[in-house]
């Protein structure tokens, strides 16, 4: 029998120093993305953009993340850059987003849109790959990933119910100001990142091509229908509850909710998958985010809806964890950065662009119903993770 794993925080410089500064990482992008995901698309409403353009600058903003991301992770990848690229758009994204400030305007927003997602899609999926790296050296253990990933959860709780508060006393107007504050600190922090956490030796074309089999692929295609599934959530809740008839503190709550209880599963990864398989966890999110979606159509009682909010805890935690871990177990560390980002650039690529695209044209029309369209969605992804994990994954 082989050493028992330490956490990674009783480990010396090599782990332990990066545990911190990755957490700190987690911290401000999830504190960004606290003001981004529930009140950017409000922002856009209450200066009078229409739903189909709200849906086009989210589909937009994720087509071009998905495409640079791959093209970034490659050259990170290839040229054993992983660090360096990771510090560059990072902070050209930051500057990119300024260009909000300056324009209420449909189109002129499109092509600021353009401009920051062409540098901010790395920035995630470099930060998995980042930390994955450092629970693969040895003596760490990979399922405490969550204990990293649950900074970012509290960054977002507290930075959610923060701003309901500020903005029921303001307006949404401050909303692109406090995202560009927290970008140019994201930014400013990305300098901290050990050099040793990127790959000593860029990859070869046949590594990348490794990720090209039959379970890889249906993965993938699992995960984009789970997120576009997502579409309606992501997209429209908070519309939905505005239109309601609830305010933003009640907004601000119910997102703080789910992320509470995502917080919940973060902080107890390494006991949750030393007893439940990874291929399990992925089936049974996709299975309770089609319930979740049916509560959402079914009621708009306050209980009902903030009971919906602790299925956060399986459909986003358990699910974004295991597909980590999963994409972490089908890559090899020439090829981790681009495995990454193909992860994350087709769940939350172009499965959230699909989804956002398809509910930015039909919510004017349909509303609360497309909630029944999602709750579809996400069965099919059930059924083809069922089909795709019947054995147990390995290395190309």
Same mark, same amino acid.
């Given at each position: 029998?082989?050493?028992?794993?330490?956490?990674? !925080?009783?480990? /010396? +410089?090599?782990?332990?120093?990066? !545990?911190?500064?990755?957490?700190?990482? +987690?911290?401000?992008?999830?504190?960004?993305?606290?003001?981004?995901?529930?009140?950017?698309?409000?922002?856009?409403?209450?200066?009078?953009?229409?739903?189909?353009?709200?849906?086009?600058?989210?589909?937009?903003?994720?087509?071009?993340?998905?495409?640079?991301?791959?093209?970034?992770?490659?050259?990170?990848?290839?040229?054993?850059?992983?660090?360096?690229?990771?510090?560059?758009?990072?902070?050209?994204?930051?500057?990119?987003?300024?260009?909000?400030?300056?324009?209420?305007?449909?189109?002129?927003?499109?092509?600021?849109?353009?401009?920051?997602?062409?540098?901010?899609?790395?920035?995630?999926?470099?930060? &998995?790959?980042?930390?994955?790296?450092?629970?693969?050296?040895?003596?760490?253990?990979?399922?405490?990933?969550?204990?990293?990933?649950?900074?970012?959860?509290?960054?977002?709780?507290?930075?959610?119910?923060?701003?309901?508060?500020?903005?029921?006393?303001?307006?949404?107007?401050?909303?692109? /100001?406090?995202?560009?504050?927290?970008?140019?600190?994201?930014?400013?922090?990305?300098?901290?990142?050990?050099?040793?956490?990127?790959?000593?030796?860029?990859?070869? /074309? !046949?590594?990348?091509?490794?990720?090209?089999?039959?379970?890889?692929?249906?993965?993938?295609?699992?995960?984009?229908?789970?997120?576009?599934?997502?579409?309606?959530?992501?997209?429209?809740?908070?519309?939905?509850? &505005?239109?309601?008839?609830?305010?933003?503190?009640?907004?601000?709550?119910?997102?703080?909710?789910?992320?509470?209880?995502?917080?919940?599963?973060?902080?107890?990864? !390494?006991?949750?998958?030393?007893?439940?398989?990874?291929?399990?966890?992925?089936?049974?999110?996709?299975?309770?985010?089609?319930?979740?979606?049916?509560?959402?159509?079914?009621?708009?009682?306050?209980?009902?809806?903030?009971?919906?909010?602790?299925?956060?805890?399986?459909?986003?935690?358990?699910?974004?964890?295991?597909?980590?871990?999963?994409?972490?177990?089908?890559?090899?560390?020439?090829?981790?950065?681009?495995?990454?980002?193909?992860?994350?650039?087709?769940?939350?690529?172009?499965?959230?662009?699909?989804?956002?695209?398809?509910?930015?044209?039909?919510?004017?029309?349909?509303?609360?119903?497309?909630?029944?369209?999602?709750?579809?969605?996400?069965?099919?992804?059930?059924?083809?993770?069922?089909?795709?994990?019947?054995?147990?994954?390995?290395? /190309?």
């Amino acid at each position: 029998m082989g050493p028992t794993p330490r956490n990674i !925080s009783t480990i /010396p +410089y090599g782990t332990r120093h990066p !545990s911190a500064i990755l957490s700190a990482h +987690y911290f401000l992008y999830f504190g960004m993305m606290g003001i981004f995901l529930p009140y950017f698309n409000l922002f856009c409403h209450n200066i009078g953009l229409s739903g189909f353009e709200i849906g086009a600058l989210n589909s937009i903003r994720t087509v071009v993340m998905v495409l640079f991301a791959i093209l970034w992770g490659a050259l990170a990848d290839r040229l054993a850059l992983r660090r360096p690229v990771f510090i560059l758009t990072a902070f050209l994204s930051a500057v990119a987003f300024g260009g909000y400030l300056l324009t209420d305007a449909f189109l002129p927003m499109l092509a600021v849109t353009v401009i920051y997602a062409l540098f901010f899609g790395p920035v995630i999926p470099f930060l &998995e790959a980042f930390t994955m790296e450092a629970l693969n050296r040895p003596g760490a253990d990979p399922n405490t990933y969550g204990r990293i990933r649950a900074w970012g959860s509290l960054s977002f709780i507290g930075v959610v119910m923060a701003m309901g508060t500020l903005i029921e006393t303001t307006s949404t107007r401050l909303v692109p /100001p406090l995202i560009l504050l927290a970008s140019l600190l994201l930014a400013l922090w990305s300098l901290a990142l050990p050099r040793d956490l990127s790959p000593r030796r860029g990859s070869g /074309p !046949s590594e990348i091509r490794n990720l090209c089999n039959r379970r890889t692929l249906g993965f993938l295609l699992a995960n984009f229908l789970m997120l576009a599934g997502h579409g309606t959530y992501y997209g429209f809740f908070s519309i939905h509850l &505005e239109q309601t008839g609830y305010g933003p503190g009640f907004i601000g709550l119910a997102w703080a909710l789910a992320t509470l209880s995502e917080l919940a599963v973060m902080m107890a990864s !390494s006991r949750i998958f030393k007893h439940l398989a990874i291929e399990r966890a992925l089936w049974l999110a996709c299975l309770l985010a089609s319930v979740r979606w049916l509560m959402l159509f079914a009621f708009t009682s306050p209980g009902a809806i903030l009971l919906s909010q602790l299925f956060h805890a399986a459909t986003y935690a358990l699910f974004h964890i295991a597909c980590i871990l999963y994409t972490d177990r089908l890559s090899t560390p020439g090829n981790r950065t681009v495995a990454q980002v193909a992860n994350n650039g087709v769940s939350y690529g172009l499965g959230l662009m699909a989804g956002f695209l398809i509910n930015g044209w039909l919510y004017d029309r349909y509303g609360v119903h497309l909630f029944l369209m999602s709750a579809g969605i996400s069965l099919g992804a059930c059924a083809l993770i069922l089909t795709v994990t019947t054995r147990p994954p390995h290395h /190309p």
